[in-house]
């Protein structure tokens, strides 16, 4: 029985889930769920968002406990730094990711007036200015690519590709990162799948 990810293609979580699939080169199925009305998923996980991966008749739920998962059973390529302290950090890092960046992805996804959209840039700002701080004098944010940089760019990408928005250049260390996640993953355009 083949391993089977739940997802939608332009879904930033699901996104990340594909890139720690594809770090790890393991082979899987993809259910689109919004092919059937998301009726399949809510059979199996009794529950509407997506990623979620059949793990040969196990179900897990959501982009951080799959990756956990997937971890555990294909160490190689590992998604977590040297070090319990950074594998800590790491994890915080990654919940930041999905709790706290992705609300000011909503904010831009949803601003329909000129000045909802404002709020929603002043409140990015906030974020970039922080990751530009981070990623000063570094490639990655721990000493190799982790599901910390993994969670931010897929927010960042889903940024650029769907909502059409860039990170302004003036955040210079943030760009530098970006570029250099874009050259490693070479991942295809969420925004090509966004139709
Ligand atoms: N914390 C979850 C978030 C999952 C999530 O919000 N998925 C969205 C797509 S980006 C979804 O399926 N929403 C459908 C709904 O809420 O009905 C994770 O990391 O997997």
Redesign the pocket.
Known sequence: MAIKLYQ?QT????EKVRIVLALKDVPYEVVDVKKDDRKSLIELSGQ????VMDYHGQCII???YISAFLEKKYPQNTIYPSGVSDKGLCLILEDWS?EVLIHAMHLMRRAESAEARKEAEKELAVHFQSLDQLFTGKRFIFDRMTVADIAIFTQLHYLYTVIKYEVPDSYKNLHTWMELMRNSLKLASLYDFAA
Do not use: G, H, I, Y
């Open positions: 939608s879904s930033m979580f699901c509407r968002k997506v990623p959501d982009s951080t999905d």
